[in-house]
């Protein structure tokens, strides 16, 4: 068969390479310079690795992933990074039982009820009954006020903001399920992982079009075919990869019900200010959660102390992440303004970090964190459209895990089997 892939996301590329190696032909098309989608990266003239444009990393047991690194023989670095989360004035560690034991935070009552409450979610293996329930409520009512109030309030705000009450329980269950303390990372970066999947693909004479933004696909008895600006092109089957607002938006014929179904589904857009500095900014935290709903960013991620800075001329790196929808304010803003808008907040953290700073980077990623509400399963789309021979695999359906290279990779066999079924 001739098949089009839209989008060279992880998605994209492992459904590729997957029917690639099944004897098909594979047609690449993505919209970017370059492979790896919400995962992409780029790299100073001065460093060695690349960096990713949002903060990345694996859980040691995310095994798709990791699979496929063995798989093409690609080295992971594997290390037990510390995560911390400020609370009122301090940070403190909370990354696993022993740190929730001596956490000043919360009086030991609280730090029982959450232990115990954490402990249960790693024990269960079924989700669907918490579907239904919404996780603040539940974390209320089983960790106590003091933890809500304190942490997981601020947490949610900073990650849903005016979502944060329609969050399901299970979308809470998947991320403490799913958390392991060691953390492993792609050697070099994930974009140079994506190259590598990219070169394989080739290898096998899979063809990828960068810089081809689809701009409409339709689908007839027994073909279809999909338009960038420079040509239209026919082919047996088509696999879309992109978000499903951007799916509905390139493909007219689709009925009005589809597209309302699969609209349901809402999505935010993910910001991340990246500060190369000197110095490090942290002393030792890889992962600081903002339990402090007056902050204006929800995470500080000092990614040189996961991963060592000698690749990366001995600069450190740190990304300031917040999750907006679309018509927040911030995501307009240039790198400097909104460097302006957190500095007293940064200046909290370390009083000294401007005399160390050395550039600023700003990157939006579109649609990149799905609202996983109450009854999320029933609106999840299916991988055939109502259109015939054109398929949508995208993070939307990921569900119950919260989105990841690692579902990615995962959904991409998944729709490759189906093809070739
Ligand atoms: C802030 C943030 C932090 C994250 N942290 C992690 C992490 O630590 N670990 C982890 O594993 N995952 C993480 N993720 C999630 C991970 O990046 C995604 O789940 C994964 O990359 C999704 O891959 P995908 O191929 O399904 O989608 P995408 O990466 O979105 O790929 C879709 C591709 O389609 C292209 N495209 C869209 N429309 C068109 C069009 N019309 N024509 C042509 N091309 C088009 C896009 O340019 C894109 O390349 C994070 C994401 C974000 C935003």
């Not at 594979?26 to 690349?50: H, N, Q, R």
């Not at 670095?77 to 696993?96: A, C, E, G, Q, S």
């Not at 909104?338 to 579109?366: A, C, G, T």
Request: proline share 5%; net charge positive; hydrophobic share 40%.
């Amino acid at each position: 068969m001739k098949i089009a892939i839209i989008g060279a996301g992880f998605t994209g590329l492992v459904a590729g390479l997957r029917l690639l190696q099944k004897g098909h032909s594979v047609y690449i098309f993505e919209k970017e310079m370059s492979a790896g989608g919400l995962a992409s990266g780029f790299k100073k003239k001065s460093w060695d690795w690349a960096l990713e444009k949002s903060y990345h990393h694996w859980f040691t047991n995310d095994d798709k992933i990791l699979a496929l690194a063995k798989e093409l023989n690609y080295k992971v670095v594997v290390k037990k990074p510390h995560t911390d989360i400020l609370i009122n004035d301090k940070i403190l560690p909370l990354d696993n039982g022993i740190s929730l034991i001596l956490f000043s935070g919360l009086p030991l009552l609280s730090r029982i009820r959450v232990g115990l409450s954490l402990a249960y979610f790693k024990l269960l293996n079924n989700y669907k009954r918490l579907e239904n329930k919404l996780a603040l409520k539940w974390i209320e009512q089983w960790m106590g006020k003091k933890a809500t109030k304190l942490i997981w309030e601020p947490l949610f705000y900073g990650k849903f903001g005016s979502y944060k009450n329609t969050i399901s329980l299970s979308w809470f269950w998947a991320r403490i399920k799913k958390r392991t303390a060691s953390l492993a990372y792609p050697q070099k970066g994930f974009k140079n992982f994506t190259d590598e999947i990219v070169r394989e693909i080739e290898k096998l004479g899979g063809e990828i079009n960068f810089k081809s933004e689809v701009k409409s696909i339709n689908s007839s008895k027994n073909s279809c075919s999909l338009q960038t600006p420079k040509n239209i092109f026919k082919f047996d089957k088509i696999i879309c990869t992109s978000p499903s607002p951007v799916f509905t938006g390139i493909a007219p014929n689709l009925p009005q019900k589809y597209v309302e179904k699969i609209g349901i589904i809402q999505h935010l857009d993910a910001l991340n200010l990246i500060l190369v500095l000197k110095k490090s900014f942290l002393k030792n935290t890889y992962w600081l959660n903002i339990a402090r709903k007056e902050f204006p960013f929800l995470v500080l991620v000092e990614h040189t102390n996961f991963i060592n800075p000698t690749h990366y001329n001995n600069q450190h790196i740190v990304y300031i992440g917040n999750y907006l929808p679309k018509d927040h304010p911030y995501l307009k803003m240039t790198g400097n303004q909104l460097l302006k808008l957190f500095n007293d907040y940064l200046l909290k953290l370390n009083p000294n970090f401007q005399e160390n700073l050395i550039s600023v980077h700003k990157f939006v990623s579109s649609f990149a964190q799905p609202i996983v509400a109450l009854k999320h399963s029933r609106h999840i789309p299916k991988f055939q459209t109502p259109l015939k021979n054109i398929y949508l695999a995208n993070l939307d359906m990921v569900y119950p895990w919260d989105r990841g290279t690692n579902y990615a990779a995962d959904l991409g066999e998944k729709i490759a089997k189906l093809l070739t079924k």
